[in-house]
């Protein structure tokens, strides 16, 4: 196994001799998650080597909402309860749990004998010590908070039982517990220094960190003694392996190509240029899932000018042909979306495909209604001398966004200049939170179709605490039918609420929807045997993961 000093080097030698070059090759659509490796019986050490296309540049989980945390979190956190491969709630780190007859309390019974990798327990106190650090401002968590901003205090019973108290009966609760970002952290950790986390993360999971640079690699060694994993893996014990490599590589084609040479043996965000090529190898694993939640959506800024006109909002919409975008920057590997919430996701109402249609005409007659009907020298619309612009901040990037560079020229053809400025990672964080843009393209996984709530309620508008709503949505109708989904149990009601909550937001147009979150990834069959897909998030999990000797 080639070390990961050598690895680097290897991948920035090759990234010098094949420069920008892309491989495009046409894709496919992917397979269905599932574990078509597992052959044989499991050989135990190695070194798994695994190239991802970044890091959060913090391992707590807590304080992060990045979406490479999915995959890395299941490396060296547990969670309280987990999904069973049917998607529902089941028992983790909670053996059992009631839950009161209002929805406002929930009464955990804990497993025991569960530890920390520095040795600490695994208790009531514990639980409490996780729910307070992810909602305390200091975590500046922009997620985990949300999840459980209902949550009002907790009491520890006894040492392994813990009652948590609700503000109102709140259904999600449980599907945000099973989240890679509201993982378990060690209580002791917690109390004694937070500020190291980042840096330093102490779960209970299969592995722990030994090493982390940051923007560069982490390092994984296999937890001794580690025996309580979740049911639906179908396995108890340590893990296989003796360790986990994973180098960033951020250049796309240089993912595939370290893939196909074997310097890997898995890769994440594979590349859908090379999408196609990896399915005609015989000798690698394609796996191309939806992930629940929100899906890929510029989201307007509607708390000012231009989109604060309900017409320009539409026109926008109205102008793109997202089917043609979609299809340039995802190689047909991507699936095209016209509503505000993935296929995916638990209660998706298949009746709001097809509202939000592509009609330049249309987007022509709206910004006339809305007073941009003159034009300049350039051709884009203009009111009261004003040239009507939208900005929209990006990552910096040594090549420009594609997707951004297809709506460009969509949008111009009706007369919006989108203009896109890019800005180092910090920088770009900032401009999100302080709302200092006029659209941003993003998308929001979760397990649950409170999603919804998360993206558009007013109360989750960047205040006191990080908020999601980068549409700046504030309607009164539509945060009362979030709270709804919130408090109906699920079934019946709960499909009834959410309905008329996606409905409500076709009528809102709080963004354009683009296409589904996609989760791509590749591995070697010959390699790689024993890969499981989670249940909450479609990455791999490797704590039944085995090398081939």
């Not at 490796?37 to 070194?47: A, I, L, N, Q, R």
């Not at 517990?177 to 330093?200: H, K, R």
């Not at 770009?428 to 649950?448: C, F, K, P, Q, S």
């Amino acid at each position: 196994m080639t070390s990961r000093r050598a690895r680097s080097a290897l991948v920035s030698g090759l990234a010098l001799v094949m420069g920008t070059t892309l491989l495009l090759t046409g894709c496919a659509s992917g397979s269905g998650a599932g574990d078509t490796s597992s052959t044989g019986e499991p050989v135990e050490g190695g070194t798994l080597a695994l190239s991802i296309s970044a890091e959060p540049g913090c391992l707590d989980a807590h304080s992060i909402s990045a979406t490479q945390h999915q995959l890395l979190g299941r490396i060296i956190y547990d969670n309280l309860v987990t999904l069973d491969a049917d998607g529902n709630i089941a028992p983790y780190l909670a053996e059992s749990w009631e839950i009161s007859d209002d929805g406002k309390t929930y009464t955990f019974h804990l497993q025991e004998g569960v530890t920390f990798s520095d040795g600490s327990p695994w208790n009531a106190e514990v639980l409490g010590q996780n729910l307070e650090h992810m909602r305390d401002p200091a975590t500046k968590s922009p997620l985990a908070a949300a999840y459980i901003a209902p949550y009002v205090d907790g009491t520890v019973v006894d040492e392994y039982t813990f009652e948590a108290h609700l503000a109102y009966a709140y259904t999600p609760f449980l599907y945000g517990l099973a989240q890679s970002w509201l993982a378990m952290t060690s209580g002791t950790a917690i109390t004694e220094s937070p500020e190291t986390l980042c840096q330093n993360p102490i779960g209970s999971g299969p592995f722990v960190v030994e090493d982390y640079q940051v923007g560069q690699s982490i390092s994984y060694v296999k937890r001794e003694g580690y025996n309580w994993g979740p049911e639906w893996l179908d396995y108890e014990g340590e893990a296989h392996l003796d360790g986990i490599e994973i180098t960033v590589v951020p250049e796309a084609v240089i993912r595939y190509e370290t893939l196909v040479s074997g310097q890997y043996d898995i890769t994440e965000n594979l590349p859908p240029q090379n999408a196609e090529a990896i399915q005609a190898n015989d000798q690698f694993v394609y796996e191309n899932l939806v992930r629940a939640g929100s899906p890929n959506v510029l989201h307007f800024n509607l708390s000012r000018a231009p989109f604060d006109d309900i017409r320009v909002r539409e026109a926008f919409v109205a102008a793109v042909d997202r089917e043609a975008v979609t299809d340039s920057v995802g190689f047909n590997t991507f699936n095209v979306k016209d509503n505000y919430l993935s296929s995916e996701t638990p209660y998706y109402d298949e009746s709001t495909e097809g509202v939000l249609t592509y009609d330049p005409d249309r987007a022509n007659d709206l910004l006339d209604e809305a007073g941009w009907a003159t034009r300049d020298s350039d051709g884009y619309r203009t009111k009261d001398g004003k040239r009507l612009t939208v900005v929209v901040p990006t990552v910096e990037s040594a090549t420009p966004s594609a997707l951004l560079v297809q709506l460009q020229g969509e949008v111009k053809k009706v007369g919006i200049e989108l203009q896109v400025n890019q800005y180092p990672l910090a920088q770009l964080t900032e401009i999100r939170y302080a709302g200092d843009y006029d659209g941003i393209a993003g998308v929001w996984h979760t397990n649950t179709p409170d999603a919804l709530f998360i993206r558009y309620n007013s109360s989750e508008i960047t205040g006191e605490r990080i908020g999601q709503n980068a549409a700046y949505l504030s309607d009164p109708e539509l945060d009362e039918l979030l709270t709804a989904t919130r408090q109906a149990p699920d079934g019946d009601e709960a499909r009834e609420a959410y309905s008329l909550v996606q409905h409500r937001l076709l009528e809102l147009v709080p963004g354009l929807p683009l296409y589904e979150n996609h989760s791509q990834w590749a591995y070697s069959k010959s390699a790689l045997k024993g890969i499981t897909t989670d249940t909450s998030h479609p990455v791999p999990v490797f704590t039944t993961a085995w090398l081939e000797q």
